[in-house]
């Protein structure tokens, strides 16, 4: 078998962290190779080293029988390797058409050619059944479009590997069908796709082969049709793992959160429900539903144009999410690298900082109580890292994420808002946040969670509220969950 | 988690403490180059020069690291050293020039808070248009004419000596080090100064009110221009409307030199204070050896760039 793409005993060790010891790879041309593992696996520092982001320590890699190397992203496109990042970073001030080419653009007699550019975007948005004009700005589109935007670039650079990182996180049903479409014309002209995602339903739907690397070695290669999801699970997190969506009892008590009639102009209309101790409330919704606008909204970070809210039968008025926490609320929002975490402190810093306050005395910082609360939730959330000084930004997904919910608990919250709190998160991480919201229902806290994957939903929630363009379209209970009913919900089209 | 002793890790306090063994070596090797350099005389001449960029460093140290930027300091340090000699004639003790200066200083630091922080101007423009609009002021304040005649007990306010030995500018110096030093380390405010800077986003979301950091900020760092205008005005005698031109820039680069990250969120008060001292001391240094002042100004540039390439290369954190 010819490989088009091989990588040789693969190691890079960063300060304290091992995080490829001996790994190779073989990827064959047309087929469609999925890379799996937990967060700190090494997936993405694979394939960086591929893209000339990083440097290996050892070993070697071959493009097509020929020895390669590529010191910086540049190199490896013009060898035709191209990579679609976990950590979406589109120019956000550039129009669409001005990105694709970014780095490559289209000359004519020496100058930009723009009408080139902007005719083939065009063309390329139609292929992929994207309504997106080639001058619109990206700060103007969603998630989901940049990220096809992301694709398009890719498929526009001919490349013959593309390595595409998580590239369904933030994308619809629909959306993934057309772009899975694409991933197999491409695969059938030649091109090879490495998929690295943690959604088992997508990566048995479009992948050939699959290898599986844990702690930063290579456990398994195997083709998609000799494997499966508990096979794949056992080798990803080294044990078995029985239920996906644990579900732990909790008693439901009275309505301790009530919001009535919340609006914010264009993006959430007049709705309204109520919150009860114990209980886990799912929201879900289509992108663009209005679900964290709703959140943010009521969170104090965005002004509401009406609304009241009400805890413990009293209303409160919030303002900012200072009184928001003062109130007994907390958010982890979607975004964290932007609003969750400052990347460049430490994970201790990180964790205080909501509570910096209660860690003082007549506002001098109490430094041996913040480094015991540090450990105490470094070991409570088991978050790997070898110190609480360690920077946020060094960390893997999963483990940053578990630092977001650690700043939030130590607040003491009542009433915990999660969005999005599993995406990007492998497996093993997944489960433990899971478990987590079921120990903090249990002690009598209420907790809303955005989610865009229904299945989690139905997994852990009681009930479920679905938004649709802003309108709270239907709420329904645990007995009564199916798909189909929450998905009709999500799309119902206001008259 | 593993837990680790906290053992020493020599080589990484190396890394991390880089501009300190500069300094050590560079004092080193200028002693050895020129006798003259060690001398005591030139010595407490180092501190004396040091001091004023020194203050206004510690000052500029938490606008930076809250993420912004301030331009304007070297016009509020004139502004405020003509107020100050207009006070300081001697008809009133010298506490009020004192007070008064600062109290400027706190105004246009406030004035430059509220632009950025409501205002939404990013910080370079805003402090742009102060820096040019007080030094109009201090032209106009002082009829474009250097204000001078000030009191006896003013001018010793820089130029005397304490112990024997220790200039009054270097105890200035130290004492608002030790309060900088405090205020940005040990309190919630210090905190919460390096989170925004970190993220702004963030911290809001996390409940900082940082609309009140970032005038908060500003407003230190021009009391502190306010401070050094008081001084400078003891230190030259005189109010001069140009005083203070450029000053802006040798604090920047202290605090860059320093280890401050222009982006926000990190950086150490010692490491400031060393890129402080190290400006003197090559500039000393320079002047000691004999080099013209138009050569410095090319040395300097080149020092900039290289202790930031070095900063940036040793953080090794994407490769």
Known sequence: MEYILEMKHISKNFPGVKALDD???????????????????????????????????????????????????????????????????????????ENIFVGREIRKNGIVDKNAEIEETRRLLEDLGMHVSPNDLLRNLSVAQCQLIEIIKAISINAKVIIMDEPTAAITDKEVDILFSHIKKLAAGGVA???????????????????????????????????????????????????????????????????????RKGLVKDVSFQLRTGEILGL?????????????????????????????????????????????????????????????????????????????????????????????????MKIKTPSRDQVVGNLSGGNQ????????????????????????IDVGAK???YLLIGELVKSGKAVIVVSSEIPELMGICDRIMIMAEGNLTGIVERAEFSQEKIMSYASTISV | ???????????????????????????????????????????????????????????????????GFDLSIGSIVGVCGIISAMLGLGQVPLIVPLVVSILFGCLFGFINGVGIAYGNLPPFIMTLGTMTALRGLALVLSGGQPVTGISEAYMKVASGFVFGGVPYLAVYFVIVVLIAAFVLTKTV?????????????????????????????????????????????????????????????????????GGVSMAG???????????????????????????????????????????????????????
Request: proline share 3%; hydrophobic share 45%; net charge positive.
């Open chain 1, 401 to 424: 994420q578990k630092v977001v919910i650690a700043k939030w608990l130590l607040s003491n919250p009542e009433i915990i808002f999660l969005d999005e709190p599993t995406r990007g």
């Open chain 1, 23 to 97: 790994v190779s790879l073989q990827i064959v041309p047309g087929e469609v190779h999925a890379l799996m593992g937990e967060n700190g696996a090494g997936k993405s520092t694979l394939m960086k080293i591929l893209m000339g982001i990083y440097t290996s320590d050892s070993g070697e890699i071959l493009l097509n029988g020929k020895p390669y190397k590529a010191r910086n992203p540049r190199e490896a496109m013009d060898n035709g390797i191209s990579m679609i990042h976990q950590e979406l970073s589109p120019i956000v001030d550039m129009p669409v058409y």
């Open chain 1, 193 to 263: 796709i490495i998929y690295i995602s943690h959604r088992m339903e997508e990566i048995f739907q479009i992948s050939d082969r699959i290898t599986v690397l844990r702690d930063g070695t290579r456990i398994n290669t195997d083709e998609a049709a000799n494997l499966n999801r508990d096979k794949l699970i056992t080798m990803m997190v080294g044990r078995e793992i029985t239920d996906i969506y644990p579900k732990m009892e909790a008693t439901i008590g009275d309505v301790v959160f009530e919001a009535k009639n919340i609006s």
């Open chain 1, 284 to 380: 879900s919704g289509l992108i663009g539903a209005g679900r964290s606008e709703l959140l943010e909204g009521i969170f104090g970070v965005s002004k509401l144009e009406r609304g009241e809210i009400f805890i413990h039968g009293k209303k409160v008025n919030i303002h900012s999410p200072k009184d928001a926490i003062k109130a007994g609320l907390a958010l982890v929002t979607e975004d964290r690298k932007n609003s969750g975490l400052n990347l460049v402190g430490t994970i201790a810093s990180n964790i205080t900082m909501v509570s910096i306050a209660d860690l003082s005395k007549n506002s001098i910082v109490n430094d041996g109580k913040i480094r015991k609360v540090s450990d105490e939730y470094i070991d409570k």
């Open chain 2, 265 to 319: 969120g990190t950086g150490r008060w010692y490491g400031v204070v060393i890129g402080a001292l190290l400006i003197s001391v090559i500039a000393n240094g320079l002047d000691v050896m004999g080099v013209s002042s138009h050569w410095q100004k090319i040395i300097k540039g080149i020092i900039i760039v290289v202790a930031v390439l070095a900063d940036v290369n040793s953080k090794d954190k994407k490769n």
């Open chain 2, 1 to 67: 988690m593993e837990k680790k002793e906290k053992s020493f890790d020599f080589k990484s306090f190396l890394k991390d403490q880089g501009i300190i063994i500069i300094f050590i070596v560079l004092v080193i090797v200028l002693s050895a180059i020129s006798p003259n350099f060690a001398r005591p005389k030139n010595l407490v001449n180092i501190l004396k020069q040091t001091a004023i960029n020194g203050i206004l460093s510690m000052g500029m140290m938490f606008v930076i690291i809250s993420g």
């Open chain 2, 189 to 257: 405010f210090g905190r919460r100064v390096y989170a925004c800077g970190g993220s702004m986003l963030t911290a809001r979301f996390s409940g900082i009110n940082v609309k009140a950091i970032q005038i908060a900020v500003y407003t230190i760092c021009a009391a502190c221009a306010g401070f050094a205008g008081f001084l400078l005005t003891s230190r030259t005698s005189v109010g001069a409307p140009t005083a203070g031109e450029s000053y802006e820039m040798d604090a920047i680069t202290s605090c860059v030199i």
């Open chain 1, 431 to 433: 489960r433990d946040i």
